[in-house]
Nanobody, 124 residues
Framework: HVQLVESGGGLVQAGGSLRLSCAAS????????MSWFRQAPGKEREFVAS????????YYADSVKGRFTISRDNAKNTVYLQMNSLKPEDTAVYYC?????????????????WGQGTQVTVSS
């Protein structure tokens, strides 16, 4: 079983930056694909970014391309989401997710483990 704990959320002004972290338990973390999703009030959960176990493959939602960067440190069992040039529409609860295979996808139902989420609020 894998436990995921997100941190790093908060309140930031538009144009600012935040870095989210997701710490994972479990000895096989390095074999999992990892992703970030987000859910705004009244909206469905949506894909943000994903990364393969080897870090060679990353995917981004069109809405965050060029502004967000996903990375991971397998030695620390941690995945990161660097968010720059934040916009009010980025306001949401951000969730970390793990998939028990190395290849990442953008589909919510492909992921086996989820964190509790961290709130990101971007003020205009």
């Amino acid at each position: 079983h894998v436990q995921l704990v997100e941190s790093g959320g908060g309140l930031v002004q538009a144009g600012g930056s935040l870095r989210l972290s997701c710490a994972a338990s479990g000895r096989t973390f390095s074999l999992y694909a990892m992703s970030w999703f987000r859910q705004a009030p009244g909206k469905e959960r949506e894909f943000v970014a994903s990364i393969s176990w080897s870090t060679t493959t990353t995917y981004y939602a069109d809405s965050v391309k060029g502004r967000f960067t996903i990375s991971r440190d397998n030695a620390k069992n941690t995945v990161y989401l660097q968010m720059n040039s934040l916009k009010p529409e980025d306001t949401a609860v951000y969730y970390c997710a793990a998939r028990r295979v190395p290849a990442p996808t953008a589909r919510i139902y492909d992921y086996d483990y989820w964190g509790q989420g961290t709130q990101v609020t971007v003020s205009s």
